[in-house]
């Protein structure tokens, strides 16, 4: 099919999606296309109806794919329609009559300030070049709220020490500036100090002694290992850190637009599941503290 080739072509080249985003759209459309062939002998996603698309979302529940998943797929879908009918390829929308599935949304999960201050004001790390790197690793995950993608990602002219800023560059190449607190600031000189004595022909900010950059299975280790010390939540990842910077902003009286320009969110919607975690916190403040509860 033809025009699954050039909506590929504008996410890849007009969108500057992911290599992964990429993969995820490609096997939802490709999955949908199979079955229009196999159950409709269709061979043209012109030619669909959206009792075709309800067909293949009743088929995927029955198999038990998660809601969420579901709408992944529905979510891949209409950008395909949109875009084909937006340029012609197409004449007919099935999707504005297709229906998500609704979802129960998840909380994201965090570490709480007091174990987190514990970690990184009362743990030790090892007094080396290695040490010192991964313990500014965790303070950054925590104290700006950024990306495992995105740390990688750090080249040195991002950290602008005159201005107390750094510069990240998050999803679809958008960037960002996020401030510094002197605390974290003075962190990051010193480990600038200990950078420059590495040969390394990498621009990346964090590398092995060796001179070549992490990797992200290096970096979601040493994050499991030390909030291993502090929590027990099963989860432990840097995404974790990133949720406990946003739930302690917020808890903190931080003003939700300014945690979504923080987090690099491209809409509102995405930072205010926050809010729900803070909610639940007073939910157990009055059940503790309140006669009648």
């Known amino acids: ?38 159950v409709y002998e269709v061979d043209s996603m012109g030619e669909v109806r959206p009792s075709f698309v309800r067909s293949w979302l009743v088929k995927l529940m029955e198999e038990g794919i998660t809601a969420r ?13 949109k875009f084909a009918v937006r340029k ?5 929308n099935p999707m504005l009559k297709v229906s998500s599935p609704k979802t129960s949304r998840r909380l994201p999960e965090y570490v709480e300030a007091e174990k987190l201050d514990l970690l990184l004001d009362n743990t030790e790390f090892p007094d080396n070049f290695d040490g010192r790197r991964d313990h500014l690793i965790i303070e950054l995950f925590y104290g700006t709220g950024i990306r495992l993608s995105e740390l990688l990602g750090l080249h040195m002219d991002d950290i602008q020490i005159s201005r107390h800023q750094i510069r990240v560059t ?9 401030p510094l607190f002197t605390e974290l600031e003075s962190k990051i000189e010193h480990y600038l100090i200990d950078r420059k004595s590495v040969e390394s022909e990498t621009p990346h900010v964090f590398v ?12 979601y280790r040493l994050v499991n290992k030390y909030l291993s010390l502090v929590s027990t939540r099963k989860k432990k990842s840097p995404h974790v850190l990133r949720h406990s910077f946003a ?8 003003d939700l637009n300014a945690i979504k320009e923080l987090l690099g969110h491209a809409n509102l919607s995405a930072t205010q599941v926050y809010t729900h975690n803070t909610i639940e916190k007073l939910k157990k403040a009055y059940n503790l503290a309140h006669p009648r509860a």
């Open 208 to 219: 092995f002694e060796s001179g070549h950059a992490l990797y992200p299975m290096y970096v």
């Open 247 to 254: 739930t302690e902003m917020l808890n903190k009286g931080a």
């Open 69 to 81: 998943s579901v709408n992944r797929k529905i979510t891949a879908l209409k950008s395909f329609y």
């Open 1 to 38: 099919m033809d025009e699954l080739q050039k909506f590929a072509d504008y996410l890849r080249v007009e969108k500057r999606y992911s290599s992964h985003t990429l993969l995820a759209y490609e096997t939802d459309l490709n999955q949908f296309a199979s079955y229009l062939k196999e």
């Open 170 to 178: 998050g999803k679809r190449n958008k960037q960002r500036i996020i």
């Open 88 to 92: 012609g390829h197409l004449h007919n």
